[in-house]
């Protein structure tokens, strides 16, 4: 059984920074992906960005040089720093985990960027 454990995210004005983070515990092979999808209501989830556990990452064009993802292999965990939020980066933003052919999600914590 793995679960992944999410914190941060919040209410920011546009220009903000914000952090969320994520931890996963449970059977997790050494070799896995971690990273961060949103979602908006009425739309598809979309990556936001990833990281494997070599550290090699991969980000959605709309967040390329305002998002950092880095992690903590040791502990399993996964950050994601947002810079200069927009309105448009509102969304639920869950925290995935890919180990053993098998896709894992947070439960989701809501990002509001106001205007």
């Known amino acids: 059984q793995v679960q992944l454990v999410e914190s941060g995210g919040g209410l920011v004005q546009a220009g903000g920074s914000l952090s969320l983070s994520c931890a996963a515990s449970g059977s997790i092979s050494s070799i896995n992906v971690m990273g961060w999808y949103r979602q908006d209501p009425g739309k598809r989830r979309e990556l936001v960005a990833s990281?494997?556990?070599?550290?090699?990452?991969n980000y959605a064009d709309s967040v390329k040089g305002r998002f950092t993802i880095s992690r903590d292999n040791a502990k399993n965990t996964v950050f994601l720093q947002m810079n200069s939020l927009k309105p448009e980066d509102t969304a639920v933003y869950y925290c995935n985990l890919l180990t053993i052919g098998v896709n894992y999600w947070g439960q989701g914590t809501q990002v509001t960027v106001s205007s």
């Open positions: 990281i494997t556990s070599g550290g090699r990452t």
